[in-house]
C-alpha cells in the first residue's frame, strides 16, 4: 500500500529483543554499542547516551534503549540497549522501501557483532498512529464505532458519556503474532500537548537468531502489508478518504 499524503502515521519501528540478563551478555553488549557505531559511523555519526546518569550499570535497563545513533536529520535513527535494538522513521520522511533498505543495512551489520548465535530473538514490526480528536466536541464511543468500526456496548453506562477509552487484543497470523492497541492520549505537536486517539499496530516473532536476515527478507514485507490492510479496514469510511 502506497503512503497517504495526510496519514495519521507517527513512527514506524522495526525492533529486536534477545535474552541480555546475564552478566556475559550485557559485557559483550558493552562492546557492542562501539564496534556498531564504527561500523555505521558514516551513516549515524550522532551517539546520544540515553542513561539519565551514564554511571548507573546497564542491567538497570534491561530491554531499554541505551543509546541512539542518527544523522544530521535526526531520521531515521537506530537505538540500542541491553537486549534491544530498533531501527525508527516518523511519518515525515517515511518510505516502505527505504526504511526497508536501512533496517537491512543496519540488521546486517548487528548480525555481524552481536555474537547471538544459538539464542532465540522476538522480532518486531510496529507503526504508531495519532488520530486528532477534540474530545469536548463528540460522543467517544459513537466516534470510535463510526471511525473505526469498533463497538463497545454498555446499556448500563447510557447515561454517562466516556472520556477515555483502551482497547487491546492479539491474533495468530501466518507472520507470527498480530496485535493491536488504541488509547486516548496526548501527543506533542509543535511543542503543544494535543488530544487524540492513538494506536499502535504491530507483527512479533521468536525465531531463532540463525534466520534473522531469511525474516526481514521474505516475511517482513508481508508483515508490512498485513499491516497496512488492517489499517484500511480499520478506518474505512470518510476517516481513510480524510487522508488522501
Known sequence: MSKLPHAPL???????????????????????????????QADFP???NLRPDPAIPFNAF??????????ANGYPMYQLGPGVLSVNMIDSGYDWDSFMATTKSIVSIFEQLSELSGQKVTLAL??????????????????????FHLSVEAPYL????AKTFSFATTYAVDMGTFAVTMNTGYNNV????????????NISKEIPFEALNDYIANTLPSAHELLGQFFKELTKGELYDSFK
Request: net charge neutral.
Open 62 to 71: 534491561i530491554g531499554v534503549p541505551t543509546h541512539r545513533f542518527t544523522n
Open 190 to 201: 509543535g511543542g503543544r500537548q494535543i488530544e487524540g486517539i492513538i494506536t499502535e499496530s
Open 126 to 147: 510496529k507503526y504508531l498512529d495519532f488520530f486528532k480528536v477534540n474530545f469536548s466536541e463528540i460522543d467517544l464511543l459513537a466516534y470510535i464505532k463510526k471511525n
Open 158 to 161: 447510557s447515561d454517562s458519556k
Open 10 to 40: 507517527v513512527e514506524v519501528i522495526f525492533e529486536i529483543r534477545w535474552n541480555s540478563t546475564d552478566r556475559a551478555n550485557l559485557e559483550k553488549f558493552q562492546l557492542l554499542i562501539g564496534s556498531m557505531f564504527t561500523a555505521l
Open 46 to 48: 550522532n551517539a546520544i
